[in-house]
């Protein structure tokens, strides 16, 4: 089968679905390829670069779509592309299902099988293809980017012989994949980074990439991402009253604003209020990546950049992936190739489109003249994680019984085995010589001893630890020097020799300890 891309047609699309690299994997599966001309040159990927790697070059997008068995693209096809649908052909590419009814009818009444690349499920084994996530990846970086072009000031503060620079205020809004792309891009171009979101759960997230999470003083049982496909569930009014509350504090503080806050299907939710764009500094930035769905800000215009009358610059262009079309296209590709390995599993060139298969059923939304969407929920679901058992806080009275109830098991303990050694050991005396127990009481003794001092010790310093041991054991050192005066040579070269190693083992033993244990010190 042969498997090709069009030049999108969408307007000022620059991303291609087919990259020289990603149809060198293709082939593999024992696909041909093709690609329209000029299909990657807005993503920096010359034809000559596809001919390289063996992709037919084909001049018109009619020729293109007549020619090949699957068609892969970026944009939702329009109703030219619609048309040249077929049955026994099969379209992969984003679709938006749940807004493009007629588009679904379109491919039903083709025959045509069409795979939407959104509709991936969020499970762990479908992750190679979530092209959602790779495009939100890029687009909460270049949001960063984009704010940082159109703030007049440094992200990172700056102490100079020309005067302070205090560092910028970044808050993100919304902290699933576009926003921890931006608080980790934000975080590592030095600004104070803070980021708030519904799911509880993303706070740690948040904080180990050293950013300060949000919190609200107020409690309301949230559903745990996992158990949403990895999306925020909608909130109650009075959390949302305490949200804008907290946003309406923020707001004279924060210089800049990235809003990445949308849940599939729905409108995007009003999170920054026009009073909060009066109350920012003159020169702050708002970038609302929830644009394209209606604004997470109340005053975003959708792919335009406007400025308020105090000053407040609003960016809400919509193809922030488009803008780094290169890196888009290659991680798009890669999305595609991996859903074509998973529609290949013979890697023969045929595609089987198994519809048991949890990723491919849920990514279908039209096959074999049916409409199948929206698909079931996956057989596998995301374990939402159990909620952390709150942990009651001991007061001083309780923290000390308890103390005294381990301290009196622990004796009780100490006391039984004791005991039960004491009454082996006179078992033992009852019939062994006395010969043989001063040496045996010797070596228990010993054994309780090394056992007492080696069971209360940090792991970390078991290494030093042996080492000193290892270091005065070598005591045995004196019974070869007493044997150095014999009058045998042998007895005296085999004496030296005894020295010789363990003089290694004493002075070793003490300067391993020596720089073991100057790692935990501090300098």
């Known amino acids: 089968m042969k498997i090709g891309t069009p030049k999108e047609v969408f307007d000022g699309e620059n991303r ?88 679904m009818e379109v491919a039903k009444s083709k025959g045509a099988n069409v795979i939407a690349m959104e509709m991936v499920p969020r499970i762990s084994r479908a992750q190679k293809m979530d092209a959602l996530s790779s495009m939100a990846n890029i687009a909460g970086y270049r949001a960063v980017i984009e704010a940082g072009n159109n703030f007049g000031r440094f992200f990172t503060g700056q102490i100079t012989a020309a005067g302070k620079v205090p560092p910028a205020k970044v808050l993100v809004v919304g902290a699933g994949v576009a926003g921890l792309a931006a608080i980790g891009t934000s975080t590592s171009l030095g600004a104070i980074t803070l980021a708030f979101d519904v799911r509880p759960e993303v706070a740690e997230q948040v904080e180990s990439m050293g950013a300060e999470f949000v919190y609200l003083d107020f409690e309301e049982e949230q559903q745990d991402g996992a158990a949403t496909g990895g999306y925020a569930s909608v909130s109650s009014p009075e959390f949302r009253e305490a949200q804008l509350a907290k946003f309406r504090e923020l707001a004279p503080e924060v ?49 335009e950049k406007i400025v308020t009358e105090n000053g407040v610059t609003i960016i809400g262009y919509t193809d922030f992936p488009s803008r780094m079309a290169a890196q888009s296209s290659s991680l798009y590709a890669t999305n595609i190739r991996h859903m074509m390995a998973d529609l290949t599993p013979e890697k023969d060139g045929q595609i089987n489109h198994d519809m048991e298969d949890d990723v491919i059923r849920g990514a279908t939304v039209t096959f074999e003249g049916d409409i199948t969407f929206p698909p079931p929920p996956p057989k596998v679901q995301a374990i939402a994680a159990k909620p952390k058992a709150e942990v009651k806080e001991l007061t001083p009275e309780e923290k000390r019984e308890q103390e005294v109830a381990a301290f009196k098991a622990q004796t009780k303990q100490q006391v039984t085995l004791l005991a039960v050694g004491a009454a082996l050991m006179m078992g033992v005396g009852l019939v062994a010589p006395a010969s043989f127990m001063q040496h045996f009481i010797v070596f228990v003794l010993s054994v309780f001893v090394g056992f007492q001092v080696i069971w209360n010790v940090s792991h970390s310093l078991h290494t030093p630890l042996m080492a000193v041991t290892n270091a005065i054991s070598s005591i045995i050192i004196l019974g070869a020097v007493l044997q150095i005066g014999s009058g045998s040579f042998l007895v005296i070269l085999l004496a030296a020799i005894s020295v010789f190693f363990a003089g290694i083992n004493i002075f070793g033993g003490f300067l391993v300890t020596r720089r073991m244990l100057a790692m935990f010190q501090k300098s």
Not at 26 to 42: D, P, R, S
Not at 92 to 102: K, L, M, R, Y
Not at 257 to 276: C, F, G, K, Q, S
């Open 16 to 103: 291609v679905a087919m990259t020289p690299d990603s149809a060198k994997q293709l082939q593999k599966l024992g696909y041909e390829c093709a690609i329209e001309t000029g299909a990657g040159l807005a993503a920096g990927f010359s034809d000559a670069s596809y001919e390289e790697a063996g992709v037919e070059i084909i001049k018109t997008p009619a020729a293109l779509w007549k020619a090949v068995d699957i068609v892969a693209k970026v944009r939702q096809p329009n109703e030219t592309e619609l048309k040249r649908l077929t049955k026994d052909k099969t379209l992969i590419s984003f679709f938006n299902p749940a807004g493009n009814e007629d588009g």
């Open 255 to 303: 210089d800049i604003v990235i809003t990445t806050a949308l849940i599939p299907n729905r409108e995007a939710p009003e999170l920054w209020t026009e009073d909060m764009v009066a109350a920012m500094k003159p020169g702050s930035v708002i970038v609302d990546l929830a644009a394209e769905k209606g604004g997470n800000c109340k005053l975003t215009v959708m792919d």
